[in-house]
């Protein structure tokens, strides 16, 4: 056979493309050449696919080979195309025929002794193989349950290369193996604490309800000990469960980071914390060759927790502003466009100064006013601009501690009412394709459809008039106010829904 050929998926980001992998077996000095932009894992291939192959029992001719990548112009990236060009280069020898390979889509990284390794990103690559129209997909034993999740098309798992060729009709005898597996999910944690434990802030805890309503970002400024990352931890246990679509796209995010995926989609939104030491690369996404997700497309969907945020760099946290405004990250290289979801809920927490004293009723400040504001100011304000809710979060006194938890909101009660004001806002916007008051334009909500009567919005138009808003800021409280009214069962925003709405967005 001159040529051989089958599939694989490239992917960019949570997209993903078919490659054909193109083999030619001919006369010439042994040699084996991959062209077609391959990185350098892709690049060794060459040496994995000739040890597999022999381990296998079909040694590759001492021939010239050369395997193409098409399309030449796209960039690939990992080992996860070994198994495709080992199909392919043997194809040319005549062990399995050119109609088994047809429209069958080969993804895996090959062991010298051909076992095939697990790959990260297995549940978005076999995604884009069935949009593509492939019919099949051959991915490792150690990925065939992550693959098993898309629907609609065949997936088979396979413990080494031997049992790929046994299964496309070569007479080969079958010898089992061990397949070699990967991480193993971790059971999913149980939520971290009740909302029932926050002792003495009513205000705060109707905040997180009226966040987790309308999927609005919140900021918390008070002294170290008053409570801020207990409230942080507990907004994620607010959220209703993920949509099927959602539920796909961070399943997706977790595959491509290397992450176990499990036997079920992730149903609850992830949430994600990391160090204030944390890189631009580390928060949006990127690196070096393989672009990879960043903590905000990990917290698609979910929470993105940022505890002591002027200690972030200022760079990195102003990053943040244009997925806070689109809902996703393009990350753009030299050669390739790698798109990944950023629709998430992000939560800051500061200390009001760096001694964290400040307007502490039980300690001395030692900051001088210049300290306090260059602290803060790091904290840019196009970034707080797009914050819809700020609160000033005090230290619990001991009256407060003694009462206990008599009368306090429980996650349960809390999520409840969170999800039946979701219902509230699905139906109102749904048929205009928003599901969340954050996510409706404000030009919407100052349409004369949804406008207010010039009363119910005199405080709103007057705080836009002496500065105290922006035009962005003014349509933030509009979207706040319309989740007030969804978690109170009301209509429409009155002057009180309004009130509300501008203390929760003016509250430091």
């Given at each position: 056979m001159p040529v051989a050929r089958t599939l694989?998926?490239?992917?960019?980001?949570?997209?993903?493309?078919?490659?054909?992998?193109?083999?030619?077996?001919?006369?010439?000095?042994?040699?084996?050449?991959?062209?077609?932009?391959?990185?350098?894992a892709l690049g060794e291939a060459k040496d994995r696919v000739r040890s597999a192959a022999s381990n296998s029992g079909c040694d590759l001719p001492n021939r010239k080979v050369t395997v193409n990548l098409s399309p030449a112009s796209l960039p690939k990236h990992g080992s996860g195309f070994d198994l495709g060009i080992a199909v392919a280069a043997l194809a040319t020898t005549g062990v399995v025929t050119a109609e088994a390979?047809?429209?069958?889509?080969?993804?895996?990284?090959?062991?010298l002794d051909g076992r095939l390794r697990p790959v990260a990103g297995v549940l978005p690559a076999v995604l884009a193989a069935r949009r593509a129209g492939a019919r099949a997909v051959v991915v490792p034993s150690g990925n065939a349950v992550e693959a098993g999740l898309v629907a609609g098309i065949r997936i088979v798992g396979a413990?080494?290369?031997?049992?790929?060729?046994?299964h496309h009709g070569a007479e080969l005898e079958a010898v089992p193996v061990d397949p070699l597996v990967g991480a193993t999910a971790e059971e999913p944690a149980g939520e971290e604490g009740?909302?029932?434990?926050?002792?003495?802030?009513?205000?705060?805890?109707?905040?997180?309800?009226?966040?987790?309503?309308?999927?609005h970002h919140l900021m918390m400024l008070g002294p170290p000990g008053a409570g801020k990352t207990l409230l942080a931890t507990r907004l994620a246990g607010l959220l209703p469960d993920l949509e099927p679509d959602a539920a796909v796209e961070v399943s997706s995010v977790r595959s491509l980071a290397g992450l176990p995926v499990g036997s079920?989609?992730?149903?609850?939104?992830?949430?994600?914390?990391?160090?204030?030491?944390?890189?631009?690369?580390?928060?949006?996404?990127?690196?070096?060759?393989?672009?990879?997700?960043?903590?905000?497309?990990?917290?698609?969907?979910?929470?993105?927790?940022?505890?002591?945020?002027?200690?972030?760099?200022?760079?990195v946290l102003d990053a943040l502003r244009q997925p806070?405004?689109?809902?996703?990250?393009?990350?753009?290289?030299?050669?390739?466009?790698?798109?990944?979801?950023?629709r998430f809920q992000l939560v800051l927490a500061a200390n009001p100064c760096p001694c964290g004293q400040a307007e502490s009723l039980d300690g001395a400040c030692t900051c001088t006013p210049m300290m306090r504001r260059r602290y803060l100011g790091r904290l840019s304000g196009p970034l707080l601009d797009r914050v819809d809710l700020r609160l000033t979060v005090r230290r619990v006194g001991a009256a407060q501690m003694t009462a206990g938890g008599e009368g306090a909101v429980t996650t349960t009660a809390a999520r409840a009412r969170v999800c039946s004001a979701r219902a509230r806002a699905r139906e109102?916007?749904?048929?205009?394709?928003?599901?969340?008051?954050?996510?409706?334009?404000?030009?919407?909500l100052r349409s004369p459809t949804w406008r207010l009567a010039p009363r119910d919005r005199a405080a709103l138009d007057r705080a836009l008039e002496r500065g105290a808003l922006t035009m962005r800021g003014y349509d933030r409280v509009l979207r706040i106010a319309w989740s007030i009214v969804d978690l109170d069962g009301a209509d429409r925003p009155s002057a009180d829904h309004i009130g509300r709405a501008l203390y929760l967005r003016q509250g430091l």
């Open positions: 694989a998926v490239a992917l960019h980001g949570v997209d993903g493309a078919l490659v054909e992998i193109e083999a030619d077996l001919a006369n010439g000095l042994p040699a084996f050449t991959i062209i077609g932009l391959p990185d350098a390979l047809e429209g069958v889509v080969h993804l895996g990284e090959l062991s413990a080494s290369l031997r049992d790929v060729l046994i009740d909302l029932s434990d926050v002792v003495g802030h009513p205000e705060a805890v109707e905040a997180l309800q009226v966040a987790a309503a309308g999927g079920a989609l992730v149903t609850r939104p992830p949430v994600e914390s990391p160090h204030h030491s944390a890189t631009m690369a580390s928060l949006i996404g990127g690196g070096s060759g393989l672009v990879r997700p960043g903590a905000i497309s990990r917290a698609a969907h979910g929470v993105l927790f940022l505890d002591e945020a002027p200690e972030f760099s200022a760079a806070l405004e689109t809902g996703q990250i393009t990350i753009h290289r030299a050669r390739a466009v790698a798109r990944f979801p950023a109102r916007w749904g048929s205009a394709g928003w599901s969340l008051n954050s996510a409706v334009p404000g030009t919407v």
